[in-house]
């Protein structure tokens, strides 16, 4: 089958010394073998409150060296994607696609120059905050609007060829996004707020105007996103979430931000081994094959294919 992951964490999870073609983790090469083609982009996360100006920048410079390293590693099975056209390009020569993200805007240290420097590294999507606040704005845990510095940010991000993602962002940060930026808005990973009421869900109303904007929103694989209070979370309460997004309209914009390496999964998913089962239980569920081509792996590439 074909795959494309908005976001997971496996890079941070890798800092331990594993190696990506195996490592105790709910990525790695061997358990993407059943997949034909697979494009995972990894995210570069720094967490909120560190301490120093630059250790989150710090942070970032270190993760990124660790991801080059891990495609050096590995470079005969799976290769870094700078552009769709270097997806195609590793699909035909039998590999694996890497894209790159940043998840907080911390990393850029409240230095708007940086943005170059992401561009350079490859970088396309960038999580303006993680829960709480940074120099870019308020994460939805901490509540609040977006910063001078952040709105700067969130303007200059289109020159720069990289796409804001809304995910862990407060409603009112949302809001200041939706008018500051004319292009598409993305959620990587974030699921339905009237399904599962957490703060880092969507609203349907931000649902509908990231699918008016041509986005894309990333089904979060994360149990405490997925339903309120259960204990056994399961490949159903993905459907769910999925048939909310599509009562929005979303048929074209949702696809897949697992979080693998960054949350607890459902039991009955585990790990990127498991993405063939959640397809065979969705597709027992109803839902068409020509549906579920769309969001397992049509409506990111189609993005990726327009917007990069």
Known sequence: ???????????????????????????????????????????????????????????????????????????GRIVFCRSAKDLDEAWAAGKHAALLSVENGAVLGGRLERLAELQRDGVRLLTLTWMGENELGCGGEAGGPLTEFGRSVVCALPQYGIVPDISHLSD?????????????????????????????????????????RGG??????????????????????????????????????VCFGTDFDGAPIPHDIRDLAGIPGLYDYLLGRGL????????????ALHFWKRVF
């Not at 081509?293 to 409506?299: H, L, P, R, S």
């Open 1 to 75: 089958m074909e795959f494309f992951d908005l976001h997971c964490d496996t890079i941070l999870r890798l800092t331990d010394g594993s190696s990506l073609a195996d490592a105790d983790a709910h990525i790695n090469l061997q358990k993407a073998q059943p997949l034909q083609k697979w494009a995972q982009v990894f995210a570069l996360f720094v967490q909120d409150n560190a301490p120093g100006r630059d250790t989150a920048y710090d942070a970032y410079r270190r993760l990124y060296a660790g991801f080059v390293r891990q495609m050096r590693l590995h470079a």
């Open 172 to 212: 009112e940060g949302v809001a200041e996004v939706f008018r500051l930026a004319d292009g598409p808005v993305v959620a990587t990973h974030s699921n339905v707020r009237k399904i599962t009421g957490h703060h880092r869900n969507l609203t349907e109303k931000q649902i509908r105007e990231i699918v008016r």
């Open 216 to 253: 894309l929103i990333g089904i979060n694989l994360c149990s405490p996103f997925l339903t309120d209070g259960r204990s056994r979370v399961s490949c159903e309460d993905v459907y769910r979430h999925l048939n909310a997004f599509l009562s929005c309209g979303a048929e074209d914009t």
């Open 288 to 299: 068409s094959q020509a549906l579920l081509q769309k969001v397992f792996f049509e409506n």
